[in-house]
């Protein structure tokens, strides 16, 4: 059985981690006692040692926040690194910069999602030639659904599937007020707009058809549909989520810049 490293075990790591635990000899490391307390409850070793972990692993996945890469980099002697594949799920930080302050590994990039956490993540990886996709898929696919796309999507990709669980959910809160100003309970609003959504998810999956078509299905002339979309339309909520993907796409394409000219030597 391959081992995997999990260097940074918190939101991200720990669902990884949590999910792989089965298929691969996992090592997980920390900083607090709290988090390596949390690892070992699933039965894994936890440790602070960032080198330990790193040197007992063939696969290492770089789990910190970006900021916290630098002092990994310091925590980790340089030889240890030595043919090891490292998965980045860091934002900001280039496959070129990553391989570039680790010669002699495989590196991939990867950008999954909060929903790793009910094992739903949607992961991109970015594509490249190597040795060990296979296992790089398998890691991900144990947590959700995995693409792998060019490196130049990832801005992208942060924005509409890194972002968008907390667009989805902030417009499902939307819908629960209007549902509230109707005169409907709130936790009957939440509930049924959660079974309304993955029933309407299950209808584009399988027709496999464009949303508009699901759209024009349910819109009956001079019925209630169609006054909702005119008011959608008046208020420009179809252009105000356009425009909210490509504010968040910017924003990724700047943080990113500025995350990846600190490491770049
Ligand atoms: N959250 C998301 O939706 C999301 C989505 C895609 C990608 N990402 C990326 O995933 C990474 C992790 O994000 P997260 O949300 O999981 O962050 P998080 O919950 O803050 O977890 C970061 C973990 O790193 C640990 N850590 C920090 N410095 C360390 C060190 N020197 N050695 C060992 N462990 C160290 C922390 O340990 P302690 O708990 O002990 O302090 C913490 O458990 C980030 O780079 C982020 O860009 C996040």
């Known amino acids: 059985m391959q081992s995997v490293a999990v260097i940074g075990s918190g939101k991200i790591g720990y669902a990884i ?30 440790t602070k040692d960032n080198d330990y972990a790193v040197r007992k692993a063939d696969v290492v996945i770089l789990s910190v926040k970006p900021q916290h890469f630098s002092t990994v980099l310091t925590q980790v002697n340089k030889e240890s690194w030595k043919g090891k594949t490292v998965i980045s799920v860091m934002a900001g930080i280039k496959s070129s910069t990553l391989s570039s302050l680790l010669p002699q590994t495989e590196v991939y990039r990867a950008m999954p999602n909060i929903n790793a956490l009910v094992n739903k993540a949607t992961t991109a990886v970015a594509e490249r030639e190597g040795e060990n996709k296979e296992i790089v898929e398998k890691i991900f696919r144990s947590i959700g659904s995995v693409y792998w ?18 667009f989805i959910a902030e417009i499902l809160d939307a819908f629960a007020l209007g549902a509230v100003a109707c005169g409907m309970p709130r936790d009957l609003a939440y509930d049924s707009i959660l079974d309304m959504v993955n029933g309407t998810i299950e209808m584009l999956r399988s027709n ?11 819109t009956t002339p001079a019925g209630t549909t169609i006054r909702g979309l005119m008011t959608m339309e008046s208020e420009g909520v179809k ?27």
């Not at 252009?239 to 990113?256: D, F, H, N």
Request: charged residues 25%; aromatic residues 4%; contains cysteine.
């Open 208 to 218: 496999k058809s464009h949303p508009v078509i699901l759209r024009d299905q349910v």
């Open 17 to 46: 981690l949590n999910a792989i635990k089965c298929n691969f000899n996992v090592i997980a490391t920390g900083r607090r006692e709290e988090t390596i307390n949390k690892v070992k409850s699933l039965g894994i070793e936890g």
């Open 239 to 265: 252009s105000a989520i356009i425009k909210t993907v490509e504010a968040s796409y910017q924003r990724s394409i700047t943080i990113g810049n500025e995350i990846d000219k600190k490491f770049r030597m």
């Open 149 to 166: 796309i060019p490196e130049e999507l990832i801005d992208v990709w942060t924005a509409l599937i890194g972002s968008g669980p907390a």
